[in-house]
């Protein structure tokens, strides 16, 4: 009964300890259904003034800021953080075609800020 007893003790010892530490929160991500282009396309009297980019800056979701950066870099596309852990961020308003601004939760980019204006 003993051994059991000490058994059952153990097995709280190690669940706990690995409910520990070492691993980082869940980041929800928030993806949108259609791509989200950058450079954006810029109409004008029905006319397009800039033509879109190639690169579908859906694919920064998920990732650190900074590999976020690097990859938006690549593609000519600026990958800027607007809010971080609830925080909102210092920013300039001016407009830029060429960026996509993001909410960083726990390091990750988990969704478009939408409120500085639309995106893609």
């Not at 409910?19 to 259904?33: D, L, M, Y």
């Not at 009297?45 to 990859?71: C, E, N, Y």
Request: glycine share 10%.
């Amino acid at each position: 009964m003993r051994t059991r007893a000490a058994a059952a003790a153990a097995l709280l010892v190690v669940a706990a300890a690995a409910g520990c530490g070492g691993s980082s929160p869940r980041v929800h991500v928030v993806r949108p259904a259609h791509p989200i282009w950058c450079p954006a396309e810029v109409k004008m009297g029905g006319r397009v003034q800039h033509p879109r980019g190639t690169f579908d800056a859906r694919r920064v979701l998920g990732l650190s800021l900074d590999d976020a950066v690097r990859l938006g870099t690549a593609h000519r596309c600026n990958v800027r953080a607007t809010t971080t852990d609830g925080k909102s961020l210092a920013l300039t308003m001016d407009l830029r075609f060429d960026r996509v601004d993001v909410i960083v939760e726990h390091g990750k980019v988990a969704r478009f800020d939408t409120h500085n204006g639309p995106v893609g």
